[in-house]
Nanobody, 124 residues
Framework: QVQVVESGGGLVQAGGSLKLTCTAA????????MGWFRQAPGKEREFVSR????????NYADSVKGRFTISAHNAKNTVYLQMNNLEPEDTAVYYC?????????????????WGQGTQVTVSS
């Protein structure tokens, strides 16, 4: 079993920055992908970004390209999401997820292990 825990959310003004951290209870060195998703009230969970643990390749949702950066620290079993120039539309609960099998890395169905989520609120 893999336990995934996020941290780093909070309240920030528009234009500000936050850095989210995702850690695993045990090594996920064999994971295929680690991803970030978000869910706003009344909306479906949507893809934000993912990083391949195999080759380090990354993907981003169009809405966050150029503002968010995903990175990984393999030795610490940690994945980060640096969020800059935040907008009120970025307000949501952000979830980290991990998967150890091939799958659609930009869809929630492609992940097996999820964290409890961390709230990000951006005020205008």
């Amino acid at each position: 079993q893999v336990q995934v825990v996020e941290s780093g959310g909070g309240l920030v003004q528009a234009g500000g920055s936050l850095k989210l951290t995702c850690t695993a209870a045990r090594s996920f060195g064999s994971a295929t992908n680690m991803g970030w998703f978000r869910q706003a009230p009344g909306k479906e969970r949507e893809f934000v970004s993912r990083i391949s643990r195999i080759d380090g390749s990354t993907n981003y949702a169009d809405s966050v390209k150029g503002r968010f950066t995903i990175s990984a620290h393999n030795a610490k079993n940690t994945v980060y999401l640096q969020m800059n120039n935040l907008e009120p539309e970025d307000t949501a609960v952000y979830y980290c997820a991990a998967v150890f099998r091939p799958g659609l890395a930009t869809d929630p169905s492609g992940y097996d292990y999820w964290g409890q989520g961390t709230q990000v609120t951006v005020s205008s």
